[in-house]
């Protein structure tokens, strides 16, 4: 797949955790029939010291883990955060993000509204997503919110971004009022032990579920279609 983003650009990551893992090895590992664009570099933060010692051990060439989150911040041109709500709302304020950054946020529960208070930065340099375990093979499919262009392209590197006009389509996949969101899917495959066919099953049962009382606004059929680009990004193809 063509593509015009930068080689030179640099990638940073706050809050090394199975998701922001996940992503940083989708972007180190070039597929062939999907994309092989790779960033110059990435910088990975010292939080979730495990992760960022197994990717870095993984790609000694693309990954170096940075000895703060300001380093990360300092170093890269794209941030991607993957933090606990929590240790964001506390660490978040007290960092310094120039104003040319570009923010791809992969905190589920934190609102867009929320985040840009919290980095104190425009609508045009944040997005909010939700990647899914599937982005460390390059497909899947990747929530967005707002559109935006670049930030799609990124995306597009690694999976299939799904780019809506409303915030609430991203809550009502992924709030807490949804019951199906990004953690749960996560710990279904962790406690089948990866196993793709109960997987398959699991997100067909729930898309066929979604009605207009859950939905809350959102396209049934675009629900159907997200958990089914879900389905497909598994670890194997289904005929």
């Given amino acids: 797949m063509a593509t015009s983003l930068e080689n030179g650009l640099v990638l940073g990551l706050l809050g090394t955790g199975k998701i922001g893992s996940a992503v940083m090895s989708g972007y180190c590992t070039p597929v062939a029939d999907k994309s092989t664009w790779v960033p110059r570099h990435i910088y990975v933060s010292p939080r979730g010291a495990d992760k960022a010692k197994a990717l870095h051990a993984r790609f000694p060439n693309h990954v ?121 899917v996560v710990g279904v495959v962790d406690w089948h032990d990866g196993d793709d066919q109960f997987l398959l099953r699991h997100l067909r049962h729930a898309a066929k579920m979604v009605c207009p009382e859950r939905r809350r606004g959102a396209s049934v059929a675009r629900l159907r279609v997200f958990f089914f680009s879900i389905a497909r990004g598994c670890r194997h193809d289904f005929a």
């Fill in 64 to 184: 170096t883990i940075a000895p703060t989150n300001q380093a990360v911040i300092d170093h890269s041109n794209i941030i991607f955060i993957g933090l606990l709500p929590d240790v964001a709302r506390q660490e978040l304020p007290l960092l310094n993000f120039p104003q040319n950054v570009t923010i791809v946020s992969m905190m589920a529960t934190i609102p867009y509204q929320e985040l840009l208070d919290l980095l104190r930065l425009p609508r045009s340099q944040v997005v909010r997503t939700i990647p899914l375990p599937s982005s460390s093979r390059r497909t899947g499919p990747i929530l967005a919110y707002p559109p935006h262009p670049f930030v799609r392209e990124l995306l597009q590197q690694i999976g299939t971004p799904v780019m809506v006009n409303e915030e609430k389509e991203v809550t009502t996949l992924v709030g807490p009022n949804y019951f199906v969101d990004s953690a749960h």
